[in-house]
């Protein structure tokens, strides 16, 4: 649903028990005295219609017994009971409810949501643990034991796995903002849970356990909007491919892979973990380590093994070792005894004193383009606390610069303690802090494409989509869902991917020796069968026919394999291409596919024959733009040849990326395309072409943008008009917008600026900057009104956004128009299309919040028909004002 009433799960005043027990060992009894001991400071009532008290608190019989209405009741009662308690509940006003009790029937669970959404009651559960908030000293679960405050919030969807997490945490001092069982999450689910965290002051990092995820484009957004707040970090049960079901193509056999959910995560900005002792390795770096997207490391070290260690954790890992320069070499030098290791890592020697470490450091972190690890192995020769405390100033004037490692246990305990409690981040081992940096830079990277929002394009590169139209419509009237080869090629020609020039001919020698002839010698033969998708799984492809007589032998000879392999199949014909030699050519795979969960799905690897026991692969969310495609390319190991390698020359990477794309621009413009091949696609310097394809449409049209997990850009937005003699363009704000942005903010007056509620200053920070231009679509809209220049480009003149809720319920805006322009009418048409965007899209009412002097917005406002009140933050302020707009009726 959204965040509507979350506040009352984890902040309650008011906590009933419905269901208490002095029974030892019941539920009822386990959570009622989890309530009491937890500190909670609210106020707690117990409900049980068979006692009069319980440890001293009054029972009372029935909820409408109840002093008033709790914010929150926790119910452990039997499955049939569930539905009316929750009725009963909404009805006195209560806003949130955990359901303990396990076993509801599909009818039990929906009669129980039917009676929460009359009162748009919220309902965590049922069939779970409960949640624990140890800021409010909430302890609403039946969980073993309590959890530590803390800024980590941990969300998982197996009960068994909250207890035993708590259990683990404790044991190591982690603490908790939230602690959170799922249960069936029949209606608060992830995507609640992100929103609300997302925003949360308490909360630095998310945890999730997650073995499914249901509503994949309400996930993604929550998690994109979460992610840009703070680090999300999910580990997910599931990664084998058991149950995956046969398909046409390689990538449809990957639908619905876990392969699938690591593409959607990564998109998202979320880090995906194996582990556990990685989700929290993972969690506590993001969270204490200030990142400055360092790649390099240095590895200072007091003992030669644990440097090994280190560098060989950091080989596996894929992390960078830094150079020394001759000048770090000198200045090590001069403060290391002769036999250091005069290299990466830095063996300060197990004899080294305090000032050794200090001075070490210091030459190190002169080198801004590397982090360091310190590795410390203790000694009896200085204390590791008097270490730790030296280097301490150091790393703290240098901060995402240090991390620390202080290898052991009792004798090192101190230093360790002094480290964390210093915000330093500090690892049990090397290989720990290794991996943690290796989780740094895959994080970084799904952070980066977070940022990138491109438009569906339609096509638009100088396809023919009236072709591919005809192509397609063809085939479903024949009653067919699979492409011929020729079919294939055509359509992927007409999409603006290069192909072979391919005849087709009946199966006869002579006709196939009359297209050779016409393309040119040598030619490559395939069989043509509809029933056929893997031609050379039957002997149905024959390569480098160089004459007529070669030629007309591997027809004979083709048509006695493919019948003895294939009997059940018609053959068609043949297809007839040339030869393609091209010099330094890689084969490639480009590929698309539908997921039952996350939509359409991209797929591009190392292609050929051997594709699937090549495995080389990487998947990615459509829409694609070209940043977008060569981090897809470059997740994959064939990635590193096509750069070109002794005397092999590097491919047109960028026309490998362009053939994603148009791939990318099909899904969106062709909503029958349920799945595609194409592979070979050969790669050279030259560019792309596309040896063979197979192609599978439906008439239940599983793909088009509209099935995108991730909203495109909404280029059916795009307007032009006519303001002041001139041709203006009013669109959404796109990415690329940013430097437009920034010239825009930089022409309004500052009175302009403190009068609106978006900017409160002129100069602002790219960060800032890439949040008000590279927005989630589906969250909220940024209209922006452009011109011409007359030296090419365009200048922003205005703009106008709303933030939208979660539920859809509300949006708040704000517009501004460059100050110079004022008063003639462009925050007028800006809002006039915001807010028909904002009707067609659901939205139920617009608001915001007006300064009293503010007179033109004021006024604006009255004329669009908002009306206007005191502004319920402030009610008795007479400096702001409440302006709202219903946009649907009634």
Request: with cysteine; aromatic share 4%; glycine share 8%.
């Given at each position: 649903m959204s965040i509507r009433h979350l506040d009352a799960l984890f902040s309650p005043a008011s906590v009933a028990l419905i269901g208490a027990s002095g029974r030892p060992g019941s539920v009822g009894a386990?959570?009622?005295?989890?309530?009491?001991?937890?500190?909670?400071?609210?106020?707690?009532y117990a409900v049980n219609a068979r006692h009069q008290a319980l440890d001293g608190a009054p029972l009372f019989a029935c909820v409408a017994d109840l002093p008033e209405a709790p914010e929150l009741a926790v119910v452990c009662t039997p499955p049939a009971t569930v539905p009316g308690l929750i009725a009963e509940l909404g009805a006195r006003g209560t806003r949130a409810a955990v359901v303990i009790t396990a076993g509801?029937?599909?009818?039990?669970?929906?009669?129980?949501?039917?009676?929460?959404?009359?009162?748009?009651?919220r309902i965590l559960g049922p069939n779970g643990i409960g949640l624990l908030s140890p800021h409010v000293g909430l302890n609403a679960s039946f969980a073993p034991c309590g959890a530590a405050k803390g800024s980590l919030a941990f969300v998982s969807q197996s009960g068994a796995l909250v207890t035993a997490m708590l259990d683990w945490a404790g044991s190591r001092g982690i603490g908790f903002s939230h602690f959170v069982s799922l249960g069936d999450s029949a209606d608060v689910d992830f995507a609640d849970l992100l929103d609300y965290l997302g925003s949360d002051g308490r909360t630095r990092a998310i945890l999730l356990y997650a073995e499914s995820v249901r509503g994949a484009r309400k996930f993604l957004s929550a998690a994109r909007a979460a992610a840009r707040n703070k680090p999300v970090i999910v580990v997910k049960a599931g990664r084998s491919s058991a149950g995956q079901q046969a398909a046409a193509s390689h990538t449809g056999a990957l639908a619905g892979s876990d392969a699938v959910f690591d593409a959607a995560v990564a998109r998202a900005g979320l880090l995906r973990v194996d582990t556990l002792q990685d989700l929290f390795l993972a969690a506590e770096t993001l969270a204490r380590w200030r990142d400055q997207g360092i790649e390099h490391l240095s590895i200072l070290t007091n003992g030669g093994g644990a440097g090994v260690l280190a560098a060989d954790a950091a080989a596996q890992a894929g992390v960078p070792l830094s150079g020394l320069s001759p000048e770090r070499i000198a200045q090590l030098d001069a403060v290391l005894p002769a036999n250091w290791s005069r290299g990466n890592p830095v063996d300060i020697i197990g004899d080294a004193p305090v000032a050794r470490y200090v001075d070490a450091l210091s030459a190190l972190l002169a080198d801004r383009q590397a982090a360091v690890l310190l590795v410390h192995a203790p000694t009896a020769i200085v204390p590791s606390d008097e270490i730790a405390q030296a280097v301490l100033p150091l790393a703290q004037a240098h901060p995402g610069r240090v991390l620390g490692c202080w290898l052991g246990g009792n004798t090192v305990a101190a230093a360790r303690a002094r480290c964390r409690a210093a915000g330093l981040p500090d690892f049990d081992t090397p290989e720990d802090a290794v991996r943690a940096v290796a989780l740094l830079r895959t994080w970084r990277e799904h952070q980066a494409e977070l940022l990138q929002t491109p438009p569906a394009r339609s096509l638009a590169n100088g396809a023919d989509l009236a072709t591919i139209r005809?192509?397609?419509?063809?085939?479903?009237?024949?009653?067919?869902?699979?492409?011929?080869?020729?079919?294939?090629?055509?359509?992927?020609?007409?999409?603006?991917?290069?192909?072979v020039p391919t005849q087709v001919v009946p199966p006869d020698a002579d006709a196939a020796v009359a297209a050779a002839q016409a393309l040119g010698w040598p030619v490559a033969l395939k069989v043509l069968s509809r029933q056929i998708t893997h031609k050379s799984d039957v002997g149905g492809v024959r390569l480098g026919i160089g004459n007529a007589d070669e030629l007309r032998a591997a027809v004979a000879a083709m048509l006695v394999r493919v019948q003895q392999a294939r009997p059940d199949a018609t053959i068609d014909g043949f297809t007839v291409q040339p030869m393609v030699r091209l010099k330094h050519a890689h084969e490639l795979i480009v590929g698309a596919s539908v997921d039952p969960l996350f939509g359409p799905v991209l797929l591009f690897g190392a292609g050929g024959t051997a594709v699937e026991v090549l495995a080389d692969r990487a998947l990615a969310l459509p829409p694609l733009n070209r940043p977008l495609a060569l981090a897809q390319i470059a997740r994959t190991r064939v990635a590193r040849l096509l750069k070109g390698y002794r005397d092999e020359p590097a491919a047109d990477v960028d026309a490998v990326a362009e053939a994603l794309i148009a791939v990318s621009d099909l899904l969106a413009a062709l909503p029958e395309l349920a799945e595609l091949d194409i592979n070979p696609l050969l790669a050279h310097p030259g560019g792309v072409v596309a040896l063979d394809a197979r192609v599978r449409v439906s008439a239940r049209r599983p793909a088009g943008a509209a099935a995108f997990a991730i909203?495109?850009?909404?280029?059916?937005?795009?307007?032009?008009?006519?303001?002041?003699?001139?041709?203006?363009?009013?669109?959404?704000?796109?990415?690329?917008?940013?430097?437009?942005?920034?010239?825009f903010l930089q022409r309004l007056d500052p009175d302009d600026i403190r009068l609106r509620v978006f900017y409160s200053r002129r100069h602002i920070e790219h960060s800032e900057l890439a949040r008000l231009t590279q927005i989630d679509y589906d969250r909220e809209m940024a209209f922006v009104v452009t011109r011409p220049l007359p030296e090419g480009g365009e200048e922003t003149l205005g703009t106008a956004r709303a933030s939208v809720a979660p539920d859809n319920q509300d949006a708040e805006f704000g517009v501004i128009v460059r100050s110079d322009l004022k008063g003639l009418g462009l925050g007028a048409l800006l809002m006039k299309a915001l807010i028909e965007h904002l009707r067609q899209r659901g939205t139920r009412r617009l608001v915001g919040t007006v300064l009293t002097?503010?007179?033109?917005?004021?006024?604006l406002a009255r004329h669009l028909?908002?009306?206007?009140?005191?502004?319920?933050?402030?009610?008795?302020?007479?400096?702001?004002?409440?302006v709202t707009l219903a946009l649907q009726p009634g």
């Amino acid at each position: 649903m959204s965040i509507r009433h979350l506040d009352a799960l984890f902040s309650p005043a008011s906590v009933a028990l419905i269901g208490a027990s002095g029974r030892p060992g019941s539920v009822g009894a386990t959570v009622w005295r989890n309530l009491r001991a937890g500190g909670f400071g609210g106020r707690l009532y117990a409900v049980n219609a068979r006692h009069q008290a319980l440890d001293g608190a009054p029972l009372f019989a029935c909820v409408a017994d109840l002093p008033e209405a709790p914010e929150l009741a926790v119910v452990c009662t039997p499955p049939a009971t569930v539905p009316g308690l929750i009725a009963e509940l909404g009805a006195r006003g209560t806003r949130a409810a955990v359901v303990i009790t396990a076993g509801l029937s599909a009818e039990q669970k929906q009669a129980m949501l039917d009676a929460a959404r009359v009162h748009t009651l919220r309902i965590l559960g049922p069939n779970g643990i409960g949640l624990l908030s140890p800021h409010v000293g909430l302890n609403a679960s039946f969980a073993p034991c309590g959890a530590a405050k803390g800024s980590l919030a941990f969300v998982s969807q197996s009960g068994a796995l909250v207890t035993a997490m708590l259990d683990w945490a404790g044991s190591r001092g982690i603490g908790f903002s939230h602690f959170v069982s799922l249960g069936d999450s029949a209606d608060v689910d992830f995507a609640d849970l992100l929103d609300y965290l997302g925003s949360d002051g308490r909360t630095r990092a998310i945890l999730l356990y997650a073995e499914s995820v249901r509503g994949a484009r309400k996930f993604l957004s929550a998690a994109r909007a979460a992610a840009r707040n703070k680090p999300v970090i999910v580990v997910k049960a599931g990664r084998s491919s058991a149950g995956q079901q046969a398909a046409a193509s390689h990538t449809g056999a990957l639908a619905g892979s876990d392969a699938v959910f690591d593409a959607a995560v990564a998109r998202a900005g979320l880090l995906r973990v194996d582990t556990l002792q990685d989700l929290f390795l993972a969690a506590e770096t993001l969270a204490r380590w200030r990142d400055q997207g360092i790649e390099h490391l240095s590895i200072l070290t007091n003992g030669g093994g644990a440097g090994v260690l280190a560098a060989d954790a950091a080989a596996q890992a894929g992390v960078p070792l830094s150079g020394l320069s001759p000048e770090r070499i000198a200045q090590l030098d001069a403060v290391l005894p002769a036999n250091w290791s005069r290299g990466n890592p830095v063996d300060i020697i197990g004899d080294a004193p305090v000032a050794r470490y200090v001075d070490a450091l210091s030459a190190l972190l002169a080198d801004r383009q590397a982090a360091v690890l310190l590795v410390h192995a203790p000694t009896a020769i200085v204390p590791s606390d008097e270490i730790a405390q030296a280097v301490l100033p150091l790393a703290q004037a240098h901060p995402g610069r240090v991390l620390g490692c202080w290898l052991g246990g009792n004798t090192v305990a101190a230093a360790r303690a002094r480290c964390r409690a210093a915000g330093l981040p500090d690892f049990d081992t090397p290989e720990d802090a290794v991996r943690a940096v290796a989780l740094l830079r895959t994080w970084r990277e799904h952070q980066a494409e977070l940022l990138q929002t491109p438009p569906a394009r339609s096509l638009a590169n100088g396809a023919d989509l009236a072709t591919i139209r005809r192509l397609v419509d063809a085939v479903l009237a024949d009653g067919r869902e699979l492409l011929t080869e020729a079919e294939a090629k055509a359509l992927l020609a007409a999409a603006g991917v290069p192909t072979v020039p391919t005849q087709v001919v009946p199966p006869d020698a002579d006709a196939a020796v009359a297209a050779a002839q016409a393309l040119g010698w040598p030619v490559a033969l395939k069989v043509l069968s509809r029933q056929i998708t893997h031609k050379s799984d039957v002997g149905g492809v024959r390569l480098g026919i160089g004459n007529a007589d070669e030629l007309r032998a591997a027809v004979a000879a083709m048509l006695v394999r493919v019948q003895q392999a294939r009997p059940d199949a018609t053959i068609d014909g043949f297809t007839v291409q040339p030869m393609v030699r091209l010099k330094h050519a890689h084969e490639l795979i480009v590929g698309a596919s539908v997921d039952p969960l996350f939509g359409p799905v991209l797929l591009f690897g190392a292609g050929g024959t051997a594709v699937e026991v090549l495995a080389d692969r990487a998947l990615a969310l459509p829409p694609l733009n070209r940043p977008l495609a060569l981090a897809q390319i470059a997740r994959t190991r064939v990635a590193r040849l096509l750069k070109g390698y002794r005397d092999e020359p590097a491919a047109d990477v960028d026309a490998v990326a362009e053939a994603l794309i148009a791939v990318s621009d099909l899904l969106a413009a062709l909503p029958e395309l349920a799945e595609l091949d194409i592979n070979p696609l050969l790669a050279h310097p030259g560019g792309v072409v596309a040896l063979d394809a197979r192609v599978r449409v439906s008439a239940r049209r599983p793909a088009g943008a509209a099935a995108f997990a991730i909203a495109p850009y909404p280029q059916h937005l795009v307007q032009t008009l006519a303001w002041q003699g001139l041709t203006l363009t009013l669109r959404p704000i796109r990415a690329e917008d940013e430097p437009q942005h920034l010239a825009f903010l930089q022409r309004l007056d500052p009175d302009d600026i403190r009068l609106r509620v978006f900017y409160s200053r002129r100069h602002i920070e790219h960060s800032e900057l890439a949040r008000l231009t590279q927005i989630d679509y589906d969250r909220e809209m940024a209209f922006v009104v452009t011109r011409p220049l007359p030296e090419g480009g365009e200048e922003t003149l205005g703009t106008a956004r709303a933030s939208v809720a979660p539920d859809n319920q509300d949006a708040e805006f704000g517009v501004i128009v460059r100050s110079d322009l004022k008063g003639l009418g462009l925050g007028a048409l800006l809002m006039k299309a915001l807010i028909e965007h904002l009707r067609q899209r659901g939205t139920r009412r617009l608001v915001g919040t007006v300064l009293t002097r503010n007179t033109g917005m004021l006024g604006l406002a009255r004329h669009l028909g908002f009306t206007e009140t005191a502004n319920p933050e402030d009610p008795d302020s007479a400096e702001t004002r409440r302006v709202t707009l219903a946009l649907q009726p009634g």
